[in-house]
């Protein structure tokens, strides 16, 4: 009977559509994007990128003039997305020395030119997401999706600020079924004594942008991290399709062909 339970909440926590992240919290999926409004997206994120995550985090893979692809002139991107380089086929690179940073931060931050291809892009919109006031860490922040990271929450002006609520619950089926009805991140942990607790998250202070809209700021800058991570993915893609339905074509009319020609030895 327990077993069937325990099923029963796998499969709950799979039709809820989360994954389970890795000593983590269950992920939230990130927003898909439509064909016609990908530039869009991918231009805002590009932005978003400029000015809040390249103080400190490189993408020292990508080259600024790729951005021409996101239907960005060479002008735009010059005047408002270089801060580091005056050179449109430079890589985004920061003027931070890795030695700086270890000194300042306590560790260098990560290049982000192939994050979303490591973490996926459910980790890194959680990510974003997940970030609550800890007085007792060294930045006054922590995050229920990478909990105890170094980084601080730069965001916070804008998503406002949320605060950690811990839940005890007398045994683990209780403790899933909360997790799952909370419909947004939470953790679940063992409390000990064959008690569980489950930490969400509750908004605290508000920022500049509504929840709605820094998801959306969020799910930009997220599209923008996939995209770097592999700018020529949809090309692939494309191409691909285009290779199987030719394979599709000549396999009818090469089976066609032995048909015919086996016809006449039967």
């Not at 989360?18 to 000593?23: R, T, W």
């Not at 600024?64 to 270089?82: A, K, P, V």
């Not at 192939?114 to 060294?138: I, K, N, P």
């Not at 990271?149 to 406002?160: C, T, Y």
Request: glycine letters at 8%; a negative charge.
């Amino acid at each position: 009977m327990n077993m069937a339970r325990r099923l029963a909440g796998i499969v709950l926590f799979a039709a809820a559509g989360v994954a389970l992240a890795e000593g983590g919290a269950p992920l939230l999926p990130a927003p898909g994007v439509r064909s016609f409004e990908r530039d869009a997206s991918l231009q805002r994120g590009a932005r978003d990128f400029a000015n809040y995550c390249l103080n400190c985090h490189s993408a020292q893979y990508m080259r600024y003039n790729r951005l021409t692809d996101l239907g960005l002139s060479e002008e735009q991107i010059e005047h408002n997305l270089m801060f580091a380089t005056d050179k449109i086929g430079g890589t985004m690179t920061v003027a931070m020395s890795r030695s700086d940073a270890s000194a300042w931060l306590g560790t260098p931050p990560p290049d982000l030119t192939v994050e979303a291809r490591v973490r996926g892009r459910d980790w890194l919109y959680s990510y974003l997401l997940a970030f609550y006031r800890d007085d007792g860490s060294v930045t006054g922040w922590n995050n229920l999706v990478f909990p105890n990271v170094a980084m601080p929450h730069v965001l916070w002006n804008l998503s406002g600020t949320q605060k950690l609520v811990e839940t005890q619950y007398e045994d683990q089926e209780k403790a899933e079924a909360a997790a799952i009805a909370a419909k947004s991140l939470a953790l679940m942990e063992p409390a000990g004594g064959g008690k569980y607790v489950v930490k969400t998250l509750a908004a605290n202070t508000p920022g500049t942008l509504s929840k709605v809209e820094y998801e959306k700021f969020a799910s930009d800058l997220v599209n923008y991290l996939d995209y770097i991570s592999e700018p020529v993915k949809n090309d692939r893609i494309n191409i691909g399709i285009v290779v199987l339905i030719f394979l599709g074509v000549l396999f009818a009319l090469v089976y066609s062909l032995k048909r015919d020609y086996w016809k006449e030895v039967h």
